[in-house]
């Protein structure tokens, strides 16, 4: 263990590094900050690195790891990728700093584009003025990508706009619609499945997938969602 960072394994050939039991700021910045040195100083067998909400998840290829130098083969693979880690813990590397990019993201709000404003207006005896303002308002982090290509998790929504899950989910949510599922906002880069509660839709294009990275968020990004028009939105649409 390094300060209050412990190490998991997840299979014979993954391992969680976890930085803490609970979604912060904090945490966010510390997952973020060992990416960057874990892609600047990858061990020989790396495969990849999937950072979450309190941890990264670290694939490696067993049999690299094992003839690679820096293996004790007293000891196990696990063991020697740990020690490695340990060490990479302990430096302090001021390249790998970077400033969070402002991401302005424009939505149009309710209406066959956001089904859901409504409900999550009643739900919080709101106006679905108030929450497109409070939702507008919000700094958002994208802490992590997951479920779908490009599709970010922020946190950083207004608490009092909170809203659980839909009880069904939907079986196809349009590309670019914009939700809220709990403390999380979010937006769909295609069509899926999905539960959230759906208030906006952006034409914003959110994967890239003749682009590299295809994604056009990343973790760390700091979101501005910005209310615009049906007619704004559908200017923008054709313009892609």
Known sequence: MVGNITF???????????????????????????????????FEGMVEIVPGYTNIC??????????????????????????????LLQQKDKETVSESRI???PVVYGGEYGPDLEFVANYHNLTKEEIIKRHTESDCLVYLLGF???????????????TPRKETPRL????????????QTGAYPF??????QIIGR???????PNEYPPT???????????????????QWETKQ
Do not use: C
């Open 216 to 234: 056009y968020l990343k973790a760390g990004d700091r979101i501005r969602f910005k209310a615009i028009s049906e007619q704004e939105f559908l």
């Open 58 to 87: 670290i694939h490696y290829d067993i049999a690299r790891v094992a003839k690679s130098s820096f293996h004790n083969s007293s000891r196990s693979i696990y063991a020697s990728i740990v020690d490695y880690l340990q060490k």
């Open 103 to 105: 991401v302005e993201i």
């Open 148 to 162: 779908a290509p490009g599709f970010a998790f922020m946190g950083g929504l207004d608490e009092s706009i909170a």
């Open 191 to 196: 069509q899926t499945p999905g539960g959230w």
């Open 8 to 42: 998991k394994p997840l299979s014979d050939s993954a391992l969680f590094v976890v930085f803490g039991d609970s979604i912060s700021t904090e945490t966010h910045e510390k997952i973020q900050h060992f990416f960057r040195v874990l892609q600047n100083a990858p």
């Open 202 to 208: 952006t034409p914003q294009p959110l994967f890239l």
């Open 172 to 183: 196809a949510i349009p590309a670019g619609s914009v939700g809220i599922a709990g403390k």
